[in-house]
Each structure stands twice: as structure tokens, then as C-alpha cells.
């Protein structure tokens, strides 16, 4: 049975920009109202990534759940975010997808369980869907589009993936998923 998780509105629009949306098909996904807004302002706007997310809910049969707002939320969080931790609280959903570190906070002190982006390509990962390999590479590419992390997060992210190779002994190259190092290198500007 697929994992129930709320989604806000920036899991979907990265993962729209690095056309990997496909990667949430393993979950059970909930749309409040207020982020089904979100991306139809964007659709309006001729964003691409708002037309592939509509797109993306429309084929999977997702229907956005309207939803009240609990009224203990702080103001500063988005009403998206909002949303999605009161729709998660009230339908006693346990996960929540949101990326911005002061909602995840919340979410957290609701008795939530947050994950973001870099969650969603983990989980890919572990489940073999992607390679370690396609794993760091779309990485990147949420940090080229626009997608704001730490750094250190980043870093303890990639050291994440590196040791979960080492101690399950994989080597994507020797499974046949990989994408060729110097080909990572080069397209990341790094040395040899």
C-alpha cells in the first residue's frame, strides 16, 4: 500500500522543473485547494512547470481536498503550507511534503512528519527507481533550477548517498544504471 503524504506546492514545481514528478507515484498523494491555487496561478502565468504539475494531478486522478485552516498556524507560513499541515492533522495523515524550513518546523511541533525534495529523491532512490549516480545529478539540477538548501545540507545529503552505497556494497556502474562520472564532472565543472 502506497505511503499517504500531503504535498505542497515547491516538492511539485522542482520536481515539474526536473521533469521527475513521475517519483511520487509510489506515494498516495493529497492536494489541498490552496496548492491546487498555487499552481493554477502559475498555469495562468504560462509557467511550464504549472502546466506538467496540472497535467501530472489530472492524469493521476488527484483531486485537491478542500480543507479549513487550523487556526493555531503562524500567519508567516504560506497559505499552501498552511493547508497542507492542517489537511495532514485533520485527516491524521503522517507525512507532509513541504520544503520551507520554518513550515517543516511547524509541522513537526503538530506531530508531523516532514520530508522535502531531496526526501522524495532519497525514497526514489532507496526503492531503486533512480541510480546513486541519477540521484546526485538531479541534485544539481534542483540547484540550478532555483531549489534554496543549505549547503551543509546538501553535503550531508551526497555523504548520505555515498555511504549507503558503500555499505550496501552497490556500484551503479556495475549495475548498469549509471550515468559516467566523467560525464557528472564535466557537466559540474569539476576536476579529475
Partial sequence: MAERIVCNASP???LAKIDKLSLLDV???H???QV???ILKGAKRKKQDAAKIAEYLHAGNILPVKVSLLRDLPHSLGSGERAVISLAVKERIHK???DEAKART???FKGLAPKGTLGVLWDAYKAGFISKDATELLTFDLIQYGYRIKEELVVEFLKKLKHDVIERGLDDSKAGRTTDVREVRAKYGLRE
Fill in 12 to 14: 511539485l514545481i522542482f
Fill in 31 to 33: 492536494i489541498p485547494e
Fill in 96 to 98: 507532509v511534503l513541504i
Fill in 27 to 29: 506515494y498516495e498523494l
Fill in 106 to 108: 511547524v509541522a513537526r
Fill in 36 to 38: 491546487e491555487a498555487e
